[in-house]
């Protein structure tokens, strides 16, 4: 097309005049006046874009990239925008016909594509032709774009200018919160709001004392107090917390709460941060004897769950209905389960009637142990002290560990092979 030749014979021309300006400065001493050398874009303003001629001698010199970055100015000078220019250079290479070029033309394009280091052959035909030339521009442009500068428009993205006097526009403007490159501004804000109304309180304090300070107030109220949850202060406070800064906050809310001058404070702030309600669910109600004098336990082991029942007899011991003897094989097993009588001093001056489930000999006797010790708590809560200190209060929490993949056991490998 003719814009590819114009396009070729603009970028000679511009090479020609940067080689004309390097021998100007050069031979400026010896010569009293230099010619002016004519530039491409003169020759674009005049309308003139052919009818002159490349020497060789300049073609030789240059190289591809130059040849590329000289036409790569001049479409440049014509198009908007990189987003145009890309349209316009990937339009003029994959618009390609042979047949609207010269032999000049042909001979500059093959410089272009081939590098002048390579000879120009005769057959040039060959080299340049529709087939090469859309070749050369897959390579130049790998994705393919197919756009033409004079239809491709870039689009435009509608900004809203902000107003003069807005806030973001102020370079000597600083954030509202001191914390604000923390990145957890609202979590330190809260803080520091606490501290702040903790020492308002302690001021009002040791005026009305005279110089010295009370200290905080605790009421049965405020022991039953509930503040939110986790995520329910999440939510509250607009930030994801830790679980160590959630309960930094529900600290200092209690000794705010807690504080002898807090009364205004409770009402106009403390209270949002209460649960619906702000008490405590009524606790659950004490174990005690049943009216037929039997008493009642739970106990855990392992898997095994045992439910106990204790009522005064002669220290028959029944478990899913059978004897212990007859149910526990090992003498062992109902040693240990007698335990807490034993630690008691009231070996065979009770009944156990028992139901277990789950686990195997040793997790049911712990298990009915730990429930016959619960029982024996309800009948005579006097015994908490000397049970705990023995240990049959406490919860064995011990489990079989699970088999781990890649592993034989638990903890047990594969036996290593060395072939």
């Known amino acids: 097309m003719l814009r590819v030749a114009a ?10 005049a ?83 070029l010269s032999a000049e033309d042909k001979r500059l394009m093959f410089q272009i594509m081939y590098g002048t280091k390579k000879p120009v052959p005769a057959d040039i035909d060959k080299f340049v032709n529709s087939d090469t030339v859309k070749k050369e521009a897959r390579y130049f442009f ?14 435009r993205v509608k ?15 600083r954030p509202e919160s001191p914390a604000f490159f923390t990145g957890r501004a609202a979590y330190h804000d809260l803080l520091l709001k606490l501290d702040g109304i903790k020492s308002k309180l302690n001021a009002q304090a040791v005026a009305r004392e005279g110089g010295k300070a ?11 107090l509930v503040w939110l949850k986790k995520d329910q202060m999440e939510h509250k406070v607009g930030l994801k917390l830790k679980i160590v800064e959630y309960r930094t906050i529900l600290s200092r809310l209690r000794e705010l709460w807690l504080h002898p001058e807090s009364e205004t404070v409770r009402k106009e702030f403390l209270m949002q941060y209460l649960r619906s309600g702000g008490r405590a669910p009524n606790p659950k109600p004490k174990r005690e004897v049943a009216p037929d004098g039997r ?45 807490p009588l034993r630690a008691a001093n009231l070996v065979g001056a009770y009944d156990i009637n028992c139901t277990v489930t789950g686990g195997g000999s040793s997790g049911q006797t712990g298990a009915i142990r730990l429930g016959l010790a619960n029982a024996l708590v309800v009948m005579h809560p006097e015994l908490r002290k000397t049970l705990r200190l023995d240990g049959l209060l406490t919860r064995d929490t011990r489990i079989v560990e699970r088999k781990k993949p890649g592993q034989k056991k638990a903890r047990r490998k594969f036996q290593w092979v060395k072939r």
């Open 7 to 16: 396009a070729a014979r603009r970028a000679g021309r511009a090479a020609l």
């Open 18 to 100: 940067r080689q004309s300006q390097r021998f100007a400065s050069t031979t400026a001493a010896t010569t009293s006046a230099a010619p002016k050398p004519v530039l491409a874009d003169d020759q674009a303003k005049k309308g003139d874009n052919g009818g002159n001629s490349v020497p060789d001698t300049v073609l030789a010199s240059l190289s591809k990239n130059d040849l590329k970055n000289a036409v790569t100015k001049i479409l440049m000078e014509t198009c908007v925008d990189d987003h145009a220019l890309r349209g316009r250079q990937v339009h003029l290479f994959t618009e390609y016909d042979a047949k609207s």
């Open 142 to 155: 790998p994705s393919q774009l197919k756009a033409d500068s004079h239809t491709y428009e870039v689009p």
């Open 159 to 173: 900004v809203e200018l902000l107003p003069s006097d807005h806030p973001a526009l102020d370079h000597t403007a």
């Open 214 to 224: 009370s200290g905080a107030v605790v009421t049965p109220e405020s022991a039953s």
């Open 295 to 339: 008493a009642y336990g739970t106990g855990r082991r392992k898997t095994a769950i045992a439910r106990v029942w204790l009522s005064k007899g002669t220290g028959v011991v029944k478990v899913n209905g059978r004897t212990a003897a007859d149910y526990f094989p090992r003498t062992t097993d109902i040693f240990e389960l007698l335990r």
